[in-house]
């Protein structure tokens, strides 16, 4: 009878243990561009500006990346800027078949880096 509550606690612990490793998603959708976080908008854009980059990695599993990065967005997706709006603002991506969607700048990636819990628990993080 012991050494079935034994088996039993050291079957919990594993499970836990085995739980807390394993690999996260992303909660929200994001490129970054140029050293900047742009978070995905549900609008789509008809009309587009000049190619400004691409995805130039691509993961859906959570961690820090370098380069032109998306967790949404395979590599050598296209951005875009928008026609009357800075970069500073937002951007467009190319989804395909001339359908872009906007992302909108929510600040550097590399200072949100260090305060990803926030950002992927969908709390807005302001880094200016």
Not at 101 to 125: C, M, P, S
């Amino acid at each position: 009878m012991k050494l079935n509550h034994l088996l039993l606690i050291a079957l919990l612990f594993l499970m836990t243990l085995f739980a807390g490793c394993s690999s996260k998603s992303w909660v929200s959708s994001f490129v970054v561009w140029d050293g900047y976080i742009y978070q995905i908008s549900d609008e789509y854009l008809d009309k587009v500006g000049e190619e400004i980059g691409e995805v130039t990695k691509y993961s859906d599993k959570e961690g820090t990346y370098s380069g032109n990065f998306s967790n949404e967005y395979k590599k050598g997706t296209k951005y875009f800027s928008i026609e009357g709006i800075n970069t500073e603002e937002a951007i467009a991506i190319e989804e395909g078949d001339s359908k872009y969607r906007k992302a909108t700048r929510d600040g550097k990636y590399d200072e949100l880096t260090n305060l990803q819990v926030g950002l992927f628990e969908g709390k807005h993080i302001d880094s200016k």
